[in-house]
Structures are given as structure tokens and as C-alpha cells.
């Protein structure tokens, strides 16, 4: 079964870095590509990156377009995501999730979600 498990959340100050990362355990090759996702409290969920497995394809959501930097380690099942010169309007909930298509920015195309990591980010 895949299981898509994030970590590497916590607090931040704003303009710190952090990096966050995504094993997907159980991993076949049906599985194509993860993204990542965020929401806050009393928003929606947001796109933030996606990644193939093959490397192939990349894609960034256009509210977060220089800030972050998808990468992954295909022999770990794992996925990074790098965010730079955090602010506290980046606090959420990060959620990473795998698909078998390229699913890009669209939530539906990813069948399996991971339970989230909170990251805070204080002013």
C-alpha cells in the first residue's frame, strides 16, 4: 500500500529555510509523480510543487514561484521540499501526496495523501 509519510516541519522565524521532506513507502512503479500541498486554517488547499519520478517534469504553483525548490532521491522513495525566506503567512499544514499520472496543480489526480507536517513560521 502506498503511503506517503511527511516530515521535517516545526517552527521557523521569517527568512529562515526549511526543508521538508515526503517518503512514500510502498512505492511501485504505477506511482508517477508527488506534490506538495499546503493549507492554513480556514483556507483552501493550495499547490505548492510537483515532481516526476523520472525527473522529467517539474511544476511550481504561481503564489510560491521562486521560493521553494522541489527535488527528490528516487533510491529513498523520497521527496524534498526546499523553502526559502519564510513568512508567517506561509504557516499551514504541508501535505504531500502520490500520484499515477502527472497531476500537477490538480487535487484529484493524487490517490494517495500523507497526514501533514505543521510548519509555523513567526514574524
Known amino acids: 500500500q502506498v503511503q506517503p509519510v511527511e516530515s521535517g516541519g516545526g517552527l521557523a522565524q521569517a527568512g529562515d529555510s526549511l526543508k521538508i521532506s515526503c517518503v512514500v513507502s510502498?512505492?511501485?512503479?504505477?506511482?508517477?509523480?508527488v506534490g506538495w500541498f499546503r493549507q492554513a486554517p480556514g483556507k483552501e488547499r493550495e499547490f505548492l510543487a510537483a515532481?516526476?519520478?523520472?525527473?522529467?517534469?517539474?511544476l511550481y504553483g504561481d503564489a510560491v514561484t521562486g521560493q521553494l525548490a522541489i527535488s527528490s532521491d528516487n533510491a529513498k522513495n523520497t521527496v524534498f521540499l526546499r523553502m526559502n525566506r519564510l513568512r508567517p503567512e506561509d504557516t499551514a499544514v504541508y501535505f504531500c501526496?502520490?500520484?499515477?499520472?502527472?497531476?500537477?496543480?490538480?487535487?484529484?489526480?493524487?490517490?494517495?495523501w500523507g497526514q501533514g507536517t505543521q510548519v509555523t513560521v513567526s514574524a
Open positions: 510502498g512505492r511501485t512503479r504505477d506511482e508517477y509523480a
Open positions: 501526496a502520490s500520484a499515477v499520472n502527472w497531476g500537477g496543480s490538480y487535487v484529484p489526480e493524487y490517490q494517495c
Open positions: 515532481i516526476s519520478w523520472n525527473g522529467v517534469q517539474t
